[in-house]
């Protein structure tokens, strides 16, 4: 079978309804510390009947990273507890406020609503993936946030950041008003609003320069 | 010369660690063998637990055990613990189940049969006044000096309550200064409202999750808190252990704004469940459990009368707060007493108020505890005064606002400096109010403009905390911070007067925070905007220790007399010749004593000395209490304006809008400045308007729980053009002049937008927050509301 295929099938097979009522029944969450711990599972037995990890192979942040999971597990929880990529954020568990924002094939998606099946043979990229491994270079839209000194508690920040990215590789000159719109699936619950706007119309700024 | 620092903007050195995901929250740390905890949460407003078979649930393989009520520390009264067995809120833990995986947790905790037994409870704290009204304890309404007692209002105080008048009852807490009964007499017009001001919870983005682990003897937990050392000594005294043996890792905190001032009862959870189990606990808090145990403001039901002079001066004001304290109490009306005092200098006033424990989640202080609520409430009745008077809206908040000799309150206190007006004016111009008025009841197809002012004080300072700092032999300065890291950048901040009294460059500087291993010295916790004012302070005292240790080593090693010595970029010079910081950090070390940390001053906080021990011989210590001494409150102020559009078919709000000018006294870092005047200001705007708490009144359960149903304001809900201003003039008892900002903003925000929807409704003052639709329609089709007046928790 291949990627695709399982993709759809497993979207067949746990469609929205059945996986918010599988999610919502422990309690939001899909977790395991398997990959630590050493004991693939053993959650499975327990909560999900017939469910049972699987080895797949995720293509995240330019690497491949073999992992198992569960049917039922959300990109979120597999970035956080399997692969340990704790930049991408929880604050709400349910698609509210956008703090686990990575890219999907260059699109902006919460990670706590997407099943980490639906992302096989799609490139993954986290708030992690974003600084240059080799050179250390910051991205343009990190690059744009030092200069500006954005954020304050920055819990939300790696959301906004790559939904920031997403923007600009839609729009690469928005007005203002264009990226409040473009940023409005995050939540910042300092208010930073006005400096986030002026991360991401600097972020622009140095994109065209380059 | 070294550069100037102060009054600059600098990105705190932080910022890559939070843009790159490298920092680490609390959630983020995993430890070897490492289980979840997952909480039994009380499904009932006030039950007593009967009975718990877990026999199923720790039947299940991969469940690691299970903590009790009994497990952990129990006091008498209304006093939280972190588990009970006789809940006092919907949402309250019971009990904590571990397992290898959080998914298992859950699943155990479903498995867990609870005999509960229902008992009374009172959502509204009206309720518990009235004559055989419930109460949310067993034991009684009020407790104080370790005894329960039951304060009921009588039959005639609620008749003058349900005819709209503020009633003579009895109160717990009361104060009264000049002559309010014959300041009423007199006045010209009385402005007389009954409002309300809604509980919301705090909602942080970052939930407070906390992982705990036991190793040889110590804790190290991993919690998310607003002020660090004050957490570590709070964590030991829960757990009654030896502070020095608790590692606390603070090192980022995702929001708090009151939530988390020493981090939060919950957060107890991990370090007592893994010293059960021998295993690290991680303790992974959601959204709907941060409504829960998340803490919240507490509402308002309060009854106001303003006495005003013909000329627009306020003479008296007389205020009774019913306040709804939630399962544990809180005493946010205090401080709105004064605060009322304060803004509108009436000289007579009366303030009465009574605090209720309700069955509704533990309340604690948010962002401009009191003042919020208070400014938010009473600045649409000034201006209904000034309407009726024929006075502009704001000549008459120039009229009354303080200024520096201003005494307030019940026992005349004094402020260290106030520039209110100041701060009027420059907003005034900035936001163009006097060019606004032509806009103001201007209507275009549904859509009605508003303008309107909030004029916000809160405290803002405080005196006498410790400053450590070491020079090393890397030439570097390590400025220690025992302060939290929640945003607002003071961690760095706060060190600069130490980098430019040392003469230092900010690429010399090091900031040590978050670890307490490290060493902190005593601080302030980090709330009530205390932190600029107390730790610019604390670190300049401790910079000169630091310049008085260096000047005496500079002229011990190359002669001349210490004065004769001056530092700059890294180097001490006087007439013996020059010597690099290095140089004389190595020296300290030869020289012992006082110089590298080995003898410390008598008068640091008993706190101070393990840390400043723990550092003795590393290099060149600065270690100081702040003796700076002064008089007197330290305040701040915002003044907000506001335009709005108020669609009259919708009832829908639109902020256009908004101006936020603020009195802190000198400015640190413009760039953050702005930021938490802004960001305080929409935080009281969601407050005033979007984020709406509800509960069923028949099941005494909470509704909105999630972002979606109590909405924090989000990026479209403000205009994309704020602006913001400084007064900048220093605060002359502080050494580097700056008082902290926090605060006042949130009931500047909150202000402003009540004002401006009042104005935008001809002036009707709503009296109620938050300002829904349903609430705006009702006021405007002239309906009745679907509530009473006086509901609490009703939107």
């Not at chain 2, 019940?410 to 402020?415: A, G, K």
């Not at chain 2, 405080?462 to 220690?480: A, C, E, N, Q, T």
Request: charged share 20%; net charge negative; proline share 6%.
């Amino acid at each position: 079978m291949s990627d695709a295929d399982s993709v759809e099938l497993v979207e067949t097979k746990f469609s929205r309804r059945t996986f918010i009522k599988g999610v919502i029944a422990v309690g939001a969450t899909a977790s395991t510390t398997s990959q630590f711990l050493g004991r693939p599972g053993l959650a499975s037995a327990q909560t999900m009947p017939g469910a049972a990890e699987r080895l797949i192979t995720l293509r995240v942040n330019g690497q491949d990273r073999p992992v198992d999971i569960l049917p039922n597990e959300t990109l979120a929880m597999t970035l956080r507890y399997r692969l340990n990529l704790t930049g991408t954020k929880l604050g709400c568990d349910r698609a509210e406020c956008g703090a686990c924002t990575v890219l999907v094939d260059g699109v902006n998606q919460y990670a706590c609503s997407m099943l980490t099946h639906q992302v096989r043979g799609r490139a993954v990229t986290t708030i992690e993936g974003l600084q240059d491994a080799e050179t250390g270079e910051l991205s343009t839209v990190q690059q744009a946030v030092v200069e500006e000194g954005g954020f304050q508690c920055a819990f939300c920040a790696p959301g906004f950041i790559m939904s920031m990215t997403a923007m600009l590789d839609e729009n690469p000159t928005p007005t203002r008003e264009e990226a409040a719109q473009a940023l409005s699936g995050n939540l910042c619950r300092c208010a930073d609003y006005d400096k986030i706007l002026n991360c991401a119309m600097r972020a622009s700024e140095l994109a065209q320069r380059a | 010369m070294a550069e100037k620092l102060i009054g600059t903007d600098i990105a705190p050195p932080d910022l890559i660690a939070k843009i790159t995901g490298r920092a680490k929250y609390s959630e983020d740390f995993r430890r070897d063998g490492m289980v979840f905890a997952k909480l039994l949460l009380s499904p009932m407003p006030h039950c007593r637990v009967r009975g718990v078979d877990a026999t199923r649930a720790l039947a299940m393989p991969g469940v690691v055990g299970i903590l009790r009520a009994e497990d952990v520390p129990q006091r008498d009264g209304p006093r939280e613990a972190v588990l009970t067995d006789e809940p006092h809120y919907e949402g309250e833990p019971i009990l904590a189940i571990a397992a290898e995986t959080e998914e298992l947790a859950a699943a155990a905790i479903e498995m867990i049969d609870l005999d509960l037994e229902p008992l009374p409870f009172v959502i509204d704290p009206l309720d518990s006044l009235r004559p055989g009204g419930p109460n949310a304890y067993s034991e009684g309404n009020r407790f104080a000096d370790d005894e329960w007692t039951d304060v009921k209002w009588t039959e005639a105080d609620f008749e003058a309550i349900d005819a709209g008048q503020m009633p003579d009852a009895q109160a717990v807490s009361e104060w009264s200064k000049g002559d309010p009964d014959a300041a009423f007499a007199a006045a010209d017009v009385i402005i007389d409202e009954q409002i309300v001001h809604q509980s919301l919870t705090h909602d942080p983005m970052e939930p407070r999750s906390t992982m705990a682990y036991w190793e040889n003897g110590k804790l190290y937990a991993h919690v998310s808190t607003q002020s660090a050392q004050r957490t570590k000594f709070g964590l030991a005294r829960a757990l009654d252990m030896d502070p020095e043996n608790v590692i606390l890792v603070a090192e980022y905190c995702g929001g708090g704004f009151g939530s988390k001032i020493s981090g939060s009862t919950i957060m107890q959870l991990p370090a007592f469940f893994s010293r059960k189990i021998n295993r690290p606990v991680m303790h992974r808090v959601t959204r709907a459990e941060e409504h829960y145990y998340g803490r919240a403001r507490p509402g308002f039901q309060s009854w106001v009368k303003m006495a005003f002079q013909a000329d627009g001066k306020c003479t008296g004001i007389d205020l009774f707060i019913v306040e709804e304290g939630g399962a544990y109490g809180s005493g946010d009306n205090g401080s709105a007493g004064m605060i009322a005092d304060l803004v509108y200098t009436p000289q007579n006033m009366r303030f009465r108020s009574v605090s209720m424990y309700t069955n509704t989640p533990p309340k604690a202080a948010q962002r401009g505890p009191g003042g919020a609520q208070i400014i938010s409430m009473l600045e649409p009745m000034l201006d209904k005064a000034a309407r009726e008077l024929g006075i502009d809206r704001y000549d008459i908040r120039m009229l009354n606002a303080p200024e520096g000799d201003v005494v307030f309150g019940p026992r005349d206190s004094t402020l260290t400096s106030v520039h209110a007006k100041e701060a009027l004016v420059m907003g005034a111009e900035m936001f163009d109010w006097q060019g606004k008025l032509e806009l103001s009841g201007r209507q275009e197809g549904t859509k009605v403009t508003g303008i309107g002012i909030g004029l916000s004080p809160y405290t803002a300072g405080s005196r006498g905390f410790d400053g450590l700092m070491m020079i090393r032999p890397d030439g570097k300065l390590y400025v220690h911070q025992g302060i939290g890291n929640l945003g607002t950048h003071s961690i760095a901040d706060t060190a600069r007067p130490a980098a430019e009294i040392l003469g230092l460059n900010w690429d010399q500087v090091e900031i040590v925070w978050g670890n307490s291993s490290q060493g902190m010295p005593r601080s302030s916790v980090q709330a009530g905007s205390q932190t600029t004012h107390a730790h610019t302070r604390a670190n300049h005292a401790a910079a000169m220790d630091a310049l008085d240790k260096i000047q005496r080593l500079a002229a011990r090693r190359m002669g001349g007399s210490p004065g004769a010595y001056s530092v700059d970029n890294g180097r001490v010079s006087g007439p013996g010749g020059s010597m690099t910081f290095a140089q004389i950090a190595q020296a300290a070390i030869a020289a012992g004593g006082a110089f590298d940390g080995h003898d410390l001053p008598e008068d640091i906080h008993p706190e101070t000395v393990p840390a400043a021990e723990g550092l003795a011989g590393t290099g060149l210590m600065g270690v100081a209490k702040d003796n700076y001494g002064g008089e007197g409150g330290i305040y701040s102020w915002v003044a907000g304006f506001a335009l709005v559009e108020l669609d009259i078919e919708t009832g829908v709000v639109d902020l256009k809008e908004y101006v936020g000018i603020t009195d802190c006294g000198t400015v640190i870092h413009p760039r953050s400045l702005g930021a938490q005047v802004l960001g305080g200001s929409i935080q009281g705007m969601g407050m005033a308007m979007t984020q709406r708490w509800v509960f069923d009144p028949q099941y005494g359960v909470p509704f909105a729980k999630r972002f979606y149903t109590a909405r924090p304001p989000g990026i479209l809900d403000v205009p994309p053009d704020l602006k913001w201003g400084a007064v900048g003039i220093p605060d002359p008892q502080s050494p580097v002049g700056a008082k902290g900002i926090g605060e006042p903003p949130v009931g500047a925000g909150a202000a402003a937008l009540t004002t401006a929807v009042a104005d935008a409704m001809g002036g009707q003052c709503l009296c109620r927050t938050p300002l829904t639709p349903d609430i705006i329609l009702a006021e405007l089709e002239g309906r009745e509301r679907a509530h009473g007046r006086l509901d609490q928790h009703v939107g």
